[in-house]
């Protein structure tokens, strides 16, 4: 179904579209994996590597929050043809 939306008209750059799926996929990752991180961190307070798991679950979240934005300004600008042409200026 979405080959046949894709490849249905020339309405959105294909390129850019492809681009935000793949982030937003990360992105949902990262939503997993960062808050589970952030957890084992806080669960295991004693141990020594502590800190150092519960910095890397907070830049996985953070990774997360901005590949989602990233990821949805990609598809809303590949819909609505809001790519930048270069002999414009």
Do not use: C
Request: charged letters at 15%; hydrophobic letters at 50%; proline letters at 1%.
């Amino acid at each position: 179904m979405l080959e046949r939306l894709l490849n249905s008209k020339n309405i959105m750059n294909k390129i850019i579209f492809i681009q935000g799926i793949k982030k937003l996929t990360f992105a949902i990752i990262f939503a997993f994996l960062g808050p589970f991180t952030i957890q084992q961190a806080f669960q295991n307070k004693d141990h020594q590597f502590y800190l150092y798991v519960l910095v890397l679950g907070v830049i996985i979240a953070g990774l997360s929050i901005t590949l989602g934005f990233l990821g949805i300004l990609n598809l809303v600008s590949s819909l609505f043809n809001d790519f930048k042409n270069k002999t414009d200026s």
